[in-house]
């Protein structure tokens, strides 16, 4: 690695890798980001400035993590690998001396605190754990207020799905409880190291200011949310009845509620469920 590079190229990654004998695997879907353009436009697209806090989640070889610090932020690094993890300072040491990066080692859908307090998520999250990371990271970290991630194409599709689209599902209402999402641009898989076999594109979001309701009512709508794509062919009064009781008593609940039990789980909002879920509770 070249002490004066600020970013990792396809070189540095393979060398990186060949240090700590690592062979990208699946299961953790490890494809690391090997263009140093990429990063920089992920992190443009982020927001990230000087001063700023981020929590990368995975930050494997440490692409996207150079990127995250260039700008003068602080870092926290949330890495499951054990070799990685401890591989990550030496690497920016060597390649950005005086950034601020802290490193944890843990699986991040176990970590329920973080040191600095970060305003900001930015990843590049495996696709099968993508929509369980982002929900448990807004769940327990409150200070979060916007971030980008990088993640499968047809999930991110569905995170920043609409009602009454054909990908509008669970993650959409779940994701849109906390606050609104977008895509930010498809990256092409040539990025990556090793290829992927899927298209990924970039999903941004910022965090509603005020929370549209309790703990308690995120439970009760994310159980109504559950059984509605659960069965998503069936209109909502069936759907409905394992949580609400029969489909005679989940019909009154909704129509107290003011949404029609003949609709189906795709053209709500996450507002109709939380009625729903309230209309349950009276």
Known sequence: MSATSALLGPAEIRDLADLLGIQPTKKLGQNFVIDANTVRRIVKAAGVTAGGTV????????SLTLGLLETGASVVAVEIDKRLAAQLPLTIAQMQPGADLTVITQD???VTQLPKNPTTLVANLPYNVSVPVLLHFLEHFRGITSGLVMV????????????????????????AWYGHWRTAGMVSRQVFWPVPNVDSILVGFRVRETAIGTEEERLATFALVDAAFGQRRKML????STVLGDSATASAIMERAGVAPTARGEELTVDDFLAIARAHTR
Not at 55 to 62: A, N
Not at 157 to 174: C, L, M, T
């Open 108 to 110: 991040a859908m176990t």
């Open 237 to 240: 009064r069936q759907a409905l």
């Open 152 to 175: 499968q194409a047809e999930v991110g599709q569905r995170i920043a799905a609409d009602p009454g689209s054909k990908v509008y599902g669970s993650p959409s209402v779940k994701a």
């Open 55 to 62: 929590v990368e989640v995975g930050p494997g070889l440490g």
